[in-house]
T-cell receptor, first 115, second 115 residues
């Protein structure tokens, strides 16, 4: 049973460019959440998707957008990249049809470096 | 901001019990205590959660004080592979099938297990 997978593993971009990160949830999971983790900090919640719609959003600008596909996979898009967007981007999935306290499973992350 | 307070770092000898404290003095009656850990260069991994009773699973034990204002994660026989950052998170239970609340991470406790 594959866990949460993310691609690419590493990415280098320059300021002003746009980037798309991809996530496939754990088999059977319908909800995907994205987090940003700067060096030395804990992950910060960006947004959450289920039923192909954004359901919750953290304190991130509109440059951060996402999408969820019918197969539950998801993309995170960041426009007009800034140096401060350099971070590890984590995807987490869960099945919201299960008990309310079920845990989120995280992928290994995509390391984005903005030069 | 995170609703929890943890020491920034701790050391533990291999084979000994690691006791990681967490203060959550403002926890509400409907909030669970969750523990995750993040091994270097990996995504966070769920460990355990609890509401008010002590909990144990194959990874760890969770001891919650009677007033629920603090808790301790116990790794009974720490190994070198337990070296990681440990996050204590409080999170409201979500109604079945409803939106899964996001996780609010602090900086966690960096546990170093030494031979």
């Amino acid at each position: 049973d594959a866990g949460v997978t993310q691609s690419p593993t590493h990415l280098i971009k320059t300021r002003g460019q746009q980037v798309t990160l991809r996530c496939s949830p754990k088999s059977g999971h319908d909800t995907v959440s994205w987090y940003q983790q700067a060096l030395g900090q804990g992950p910060q919640f960006i947004f959450q998707y289920y039923e192909e719609e954004e359901r919750q959003r953290g304190n991130f600008p509109d440059r951060f957008s996402g999408h969820q596909f019918p197969n539950y996979s998801s993309e995170l898009n960041v426009n007009a990249l800034l140096l401060g967007d350099s971070a590890l981007y984590l995807c987490a999935s869960n099945d919201r049809r299960l008990a309310a306290y079920n845990e989120q499973f995280f992928g290994p992350g995509t390391r984005l470096t903005v030069l | 901001d995170a609703k929890t307070t943890q020491p920034p770092s701790m050391d533990c000898a291999e084979g000994r019990a690691a006791n990681l404290p967490c203060n959550h003095s403002t926890i509400s009656g409907n909030e669970y205590v969750y523990w995750y850990r993040q091994i270097h260069s990996q995504g966070p991994q769920y460990i355990i959660h609890g509401l008010k009773n002590n909990e144990t699973n194959e990874m760890a034990s969770l001891i919650i004080t009677e007033d629920r204002k603090s808790s301790t994660l116990i790794l009974p026989h720490a190994t070198l592979r337990d070296t990681a950052v440990y996050y204590c998170i409080v999170r409201v239970a979500i109604n079945y099938g409803g939106s899964q609340g996001n996780l609010i991470f602090g900086k966690g406790t960096k546990l170093s297990v030494k031979p």
